[in-house]
């Protein structure tokens, strides 16, 4: 294979391979999604070689796809075309921490928690928390956010600049170290979210923030989902400065008592941090406290010390394992549909009725405090039966919040699994979008038919 040759000529034949068992790790991602081997996985260490890489590419005709730690949900990364995989495990370094600019320059390979292991000792932490241990390329890929998008903001807001080789095999840059700017075309927010589809991220830099002097997790317990909603919203109308706030459904909490060993009761449930000095947040929790008792809140629990916190959140991200866990033998398709909060208690009422019709288990949970919900459904991948009730239920929670102002995906991005809803959610602008891609990589050499891919994948 020539191709393969001259990869191995670029980079070392040690970082060119083909083997069986390398291709099959690079074929898949966390998600139901059918899998797909790649020819070739390479394992570049700068952006000059990724930049070759792709030189080569297009002389071959060769699609290439960016892969982080593979932990994405809807497809993203598998490579449906085959073709080149670019694993940036081994472009994995911490570049720069400008404390005094509250920025840090990475490589896309670097961890979420190798980051913070590393600010920690400047004082600092990353703030973007989506459960999994993803690759910063990664998170950025698919405008990745998680718990703390309520205070902090999603992975878009902490990109201040992007190294990006392009489909020609040339470098930019789409930003600077300024706080804002008005000088031309916003790229950042191109770039993020466009799940390898338009470039190669091959350095970040990003926005810290200071840990923060105190830090309170609160455990509250209601009688109903509407009265669970409704306290969140009265705790942002208050203007109450909380860092993370999460829904869990009854069938989700008995799940996650079975698999945390925890003995949490079996009803509605939201998940609370507060970060903020003592004082403040003090008259915040006592805040918080009148606002969800007066919504029929049947119990809150605080936890102050580390252990207490880590033992409460590990339970709260746990809960996908949980449920697959508890049903061995089947996978997970998790559904991720974004609304106005205002729309999020008839949504997720809505959602629970439409698991129940289907007659499939499954439980839901959510970044209630921006409007995000997730349904995890357990599926027989190997029953059509089981795939045709998942998909309808997924495609009837779409429906629901696109008829709502809302979004098909609010953080696990399109990849293949919600193409199927772009001209629905955006209409003419998706010809724009398709007009873009096409001036930035007019050989389709990117990832392939995801996005807004015009042909459906090969499966």
């Known amino acids: 294979m020539k191709l393969f040759e001259e990869l191995q000529q670029l980079l070392a034949p040690d970082r060119v391979t083909n083997n069986e068992t390398i291709l099959e790790q690079h074929s898949k991602d966390e998600s139901y999604h059918t899998p797909h081997l790649p020819e070739i996985v390479v394992f570049p260490e700068n952006a000059d070689e990724v930049s070759q890489v792709i030189k080569l590419a297009n002389k071959h005709d060769t699609a290439v796809v960016p892969f982080g730690f593979g932990s994405s949900l809807e497809g993203n990364a598998i490579p449906y075309d085959a073709g080149i995989v670019l694993d940036f495990s081994m472009m994995n370094k ?8 509250f920025l840090v320059k990475v490589q896309p390979g670097v961890t979420r928690s190798q980051l913070d292991k590393e600010l920690k000792k400047y004082g600092l932490f990353f703030s973007v928390d989506p459960g ?3 690759t910063l390329g990664g998170m950025a890929a698919t405008n990745a956010s998680g718990t703390t998008a309520v205070r902090y903001g999603i992975m878009r807001d902490q990109v201040r600049d992007l190294e990006v080789v392009l489909a020609d095999g040339s470098i930019i ?17 191109l770039f993020v979210g466009s799940e390898g589809t338009l ?4 350095e970040l830099t990003l926005k810290v923030y200071g840990i923060p002097e105190h830090v309170m997790a609160a455990r509250a317990s209601f009688a109903s989902v509407d009265n669970a909603v409704e306290a969140v919203i009265a705790i942002l109308q208050a203007g109450i400065p909380v860092a993370r ?9 008995k799940q996650m008592n079975l698999f945390s060993d925890t003995n949490y009761k079996e009803v509605p449930t939201l998940f609370l941090e507060f970060h903020g000095n003592e004082a403040g947040l003090n008259q915040d929790v006592e805040f918080t406290k009148e606002i969800v008792y007066d919504r ?4 809150i629990e605080f936890e102050t010390d580390t252990a207490g916190r880590n033992r409460l959140w590990e339970a709260r991200h746990n809960v996908a394992y949980a449920y697959i866990h508890g049903h061995p033998g089947k996978k997970q398709m998790v559904t991720d549909v974004c609304l106005p909060i205002s729309e999020l208690a008839g949504a997720i009422k809505d959602a629970r009725i439409a698991v129940e019709q289907s007659g499939l288990e499954g439980g839901i949970v959510g970044h209630v405090g921006d409007g995000n919900y997730h349904i995890l459904l357990m599926v027989d991948v190997n029953d059509p039966k089981d ?9 009837h929670i779409v429906d629901y919040a696109l008829a709502r102002g809302g979004t098909c995906t609010g953080e696990h991005g399109v990849g293949v699994g919600k193409q199927k809803y772009q001209q629905k959610e955006h209409g003419q602008s998706l010809d724009v ?22 042909r459906p994948p090969v499966r």
């Open 387 to 395: 795939i045709e009730k998942a998909t309808a239920v997924n495609e």
């Open 199 to 202: 470039g190669c991220f091959t």
């Open 433 to 454: 979008m398709r007009k873009i891609k096409q001036a930035l990589d007019p050989a389709g050499v990117f990832n392939p038919n995801k996005v807004i891919g015009t």
């Open 245 to 253: 706030v999460e829904l869990a459904d009854e069938q989700s909490i």
């Open 94 to 101: 911490v570049l720069e921490i400008r404390e005094d600019d």
């Open 132 to 134: 999994a241990d993803a």
């Open 173 to 189: 840059h789409t930003g600077n170290l300024a706080a804002k700017s008005s000088s031309g075309y916003h790229l950042n927010g």
């Open 296 to 299: 029929n809140c049947q119990d």
